[in-house]
């Protein structure tokens, strides 16, 4: 909680400062006044989303209010724009110091004076104020763009072709959905269309592999409906991801139990499928271990919650202890939310992991270039091991509102021998 108010204080910080020197630089300009006011309507929409968000982590039921851009751009604005517009400033400002060393300027010029003096705008102060247009204007369009893109998703069917499958699993088929994050980046309706996609499918079986919800435990009822929406047919199963447990694992995962919904928590689920002899077992691991807040450095409310902490240690005991309750005859499928589970679940034998997570590197240069294979070792679609294959669904929300080359989607998996 430190670490994150830390942060946000850093973000107004540089928001205040970053305002203060480009304010500076429009002054001289035609029109400042019109431009400052602009300039000043834009980072104080920036400066409130930051003081929202502290407000937010403090009170329990903070409602969301604005349009959908405003927090989009904030977003985009913050976690890229900002950073890249200061450290530009920064360079330009080192450029000027070296060339007015060089030339024997004083430094220490009493710059806002001499602009007020100077009757006409230097090419200097005109390459200045246009560079301090430029970062607000690229945060609106990205913006507006992400806004556009927020809600669509593709379905589309992948076969999957399983070293081991039983003669008579081949063809059945899974419809995998992961990642709604059901939060302030979902806009209204889509939970309904991924609930009609995905029971248009007519899959003998569904899965959810974690992130329902994206941080606040009030979203949790919606999610519930939203399970509740898909056709269960011959079964349906449900993991938790780290999203679920930020406002504490006990509220979710007994709200989620309370519901009757099929929650798997280091357990597992055996189905027939009609027509099918050989059972489908499904496996699904929590996310990390359930300790307090306190334990965990949390404080104040949080530190008499529940959370989950994740290492490589937590998974590899999860994995055994689902491992340890296969049946015999029984086809068994992992469910894990972060698909570095992989290496182990292959190393005990499993011959299919379905996960989530990585929303398919989110911003992709490339299939191969980009946040994906910086983060992951595994990001989105197929991947294969001796005996053991996995399979990454790119998810359908967002986190963070802006995907590039790595579309949101719902899938329909056949198993094939």
Same mark, same amino acid.
């Not at 630089?25 to 409130?48: H, I, S, T, Y």
């Not at 001499?114 to 705008?121: G, T």
């Not at 889509?190 to 941080?215: K, P, Q, S, Y």
């Not at 994740?310 to 698909?339: C, F, M, N, W």
């Given at each position: ?46 400066? !409130? ?63 806002? +004076?001499?602009?007020? +003096? ?76 991924? !609930? ?80 099918? +002899? ?35 240690? !937590? ?29 182990? !679940? ?72």
């Amino acid at each position: 909680m430190i670490q994150w108010f830390s942060m946000l204080a850093g973000w107004m910080v540089a928001d205040v400062l970053w305002w203060r020197a480009a304010d500076r630089r429009l002054r001289p300009v035609k029109g400042a006044k019109v431009w400052r006011w602009l300039l000043g309507l834009f980072m104080g929409a920036q400066v !409130a989303f930051m003081l929202m968000m502290v407000v937010g982590s403090i009170l329990e039921h903070v409602p969301q209010r604005g349009p959908l851009l405003w927090p989009v751009a904030a977003y985009v604005w913050h976690l890229f724009v900002l950073p890249a517009a200061v450290m530009a400033m920064l360079f330009a400002r080192g450029v000027r110091w070296m060339r007015d060393l060089r030339a024997k300027v004083p430094v220490e010029a009493p710059a806002i +004076q001499e602009l007020e +003096q100077k009757p006409r705008l230097t090419r200097r102060e005109a390459l200045a104020a246009v560079g301090v247009t430029i970062p607000p204007l690229i945060t609106m369009g990205v913006g507006v763009g992400a806004v556009e893109k927020l809600g669509g998703f593709r379905v589309r069917d992948v076969e999957l072709k399983l070293p081991g499958l039983p003669a008579d699993l081949d063809g059945v088929t899974i419809a995998h959905v992961s990642d709604l994050h059901i939060g302030r980046f979902l806009p209204a309706g889509v939970m309904e269309r991924v !609930a009609e996609a995905t029971n248009a499918m007519r899959a003998d079986l569904v899965v959810f592999t974690g992130d329902l919800i994206d941080v606040s435990c009030e979203t949790v009822p919606p999610g519930i409906d939203f399970i509740k929406r898909l056709d269960r047919r011959n079964g349906l199963v449900v993991i938790e991801g780290n999203h679920d447990g930020m406002g504490g694992a006990d509220r979710f995962e007994g709200e989620m139990r309370d519901a009757g919904l099929p929650l798997l928590l280091d357990e597992s689920a055996v189905f027939t499928v009609p027509g099918r +002899q050989t059972p489908l077992q499904m496996m699904g691991i929590a996310w990390g271990e359930l300790k307090r807040g306190s334990e965990i450095g949390r404080v104040g409310r949080e530190a008499r919650r529940w959370y989950r902490e994740t290492t490589k240690e !937590a998974t590899d005991a999860s994995i055994a202890r689902v491992a340890a309750q296969r049946q015999a005859g029984a086809y068994p499928i992992l469910l894990a939310h972060h698909p570095h589970a992989f290496d182990r !679940a292959a190393a005990a034998g499993l011959p299919l992991v379905l996960s989530g997570h990585t929303h398919g590197g989110q911003m992709m240069l490339t299939k191969n270039i980009g946040v994906g294979p910086m983060r992951f070792r595994y990001w989105s679609g197929i991947y294969e091991k001796p005996g053991s294959r996995l399979f990454v669904n790119n998810g359908v929300g967002n986190w963070f509102p802006l995907r590039i080359n790595a579309p949101a989607e719902v899938v329909k998996l056949t198993l094939r021998a």
